[in-house]
Each structure stands twice: as C-alpha cells, then as structure tokens.
C-alpha cells in the first residue's frame, strides 16, 4: 500500500513538473492569461493522475481510456474556464507540444532528458490502460 502510494506521489510530482508547463502555455494561448493559470494547470495534472489512479482500479481498456480522457476534458474545461471544444483542441496542443519538445531535446542530443520524458509520457499513457 506504501509503495503504491509513493509510486502516486511521484507520478503526481513528475507530470505535475513536466506537464503543467506546457498545458499552462497552451491555455494561455488558447484561452489567454485571466482563464488558464499556472496552479489550474497543476490542479489538472495532479488530480487528473489521481483520479486516473482511482478509476483505474474500477475500469479497464478501452472504456477504461475513454472515460480518463472524458475526465481530463473536463478538467481542462472546468479549471480554464472554456467549452468542450477549446478543452480538446488545449489537450490535443498539449500533446503536440510535449511531442515536439521530446524531439526537439533528442535532435540536440539531450538522449537523456529526451528519454526519461518519453518514460514519463510512457508511465502515464500505461496508468490509462491499467
């Protein structure tokens, strides 16, 4: 149960890292600066890996990853403040930005970085299918 709970925290705190930054830029631009603020960034990320974790215990597959993204959106759409339609283009620009980052810090040689982000990206996709 400590080790599951640890694993949580260091999700959390790794995607809350990672993650928020560029879900924040995203909003911001989408949205703007009075919507999308740096802590709803991190409160999407941290209770997005949380309630993951949690439904992740119930559901399985592919409902299972349909139902994460539903609540992901509506994360994104409740803490920025915007409809359905800005929530999927703000996390689909997110992921297209993570994208880029990663391959951007590769082409450079940052192989190490570049890998331990592509973990992290991996450990969160595989908390969807768990």
């Known amino acids: 149960?400590?080790?599951?709970?640890?694993?949580?925290?260091?999700?959390i705190i790794v995607s809350a890292i990672i993650v928020s930054p560029i879900l924040w830029l995203v909003g911001r631009a989408l949205v703007g600066?009075?919507?999308?603020?740096?802590?709803?960034?991190?409160?999407?990320?941290?209770?997005?890996?949380?309630i993951n974790a949690i439904l992740g215990m119930f559901i399985h597959g592919i409902v299972g990853i349909i139902?994460?993204?539903?609540?992901?959106?509506?994360?994104?759409?409740?803490?920025?403040?915007?409809?359905?339609l800005h929530a999927i283009i703000i996390a689909v620009a997110a992921i297209i930005a993570l994208a880029?980052?990663?391959?951007?810090?590769?082409?450079?040689?940052?192989?190490v970085l570049a890998n331990f982000i592509s973990g992290v990206k991996l450990l969160i996709s595989s908390s969807f299918t768990a």
């Open 1 to 11: 149960m400590a080790s599951n709970l640890t694993s949580l925290l260091i999700e």
């Open 33 to 50: 600066g009075q919507k999308a603020k740096f802590t709803d960034a991190i409160w999407i990320v941290a209770l997005g890996v949380i």
């Open 67 to 84: 139902v994460t993204l539903i609540v992901l959106l509506w994360l994104i759409r409740h803490f920025f403040d915007t409809g359905w």
């Open 100 to 111: 880029v980052i990663v391959f951007i810090l590769g082409a450079l040689g940052f192989g």
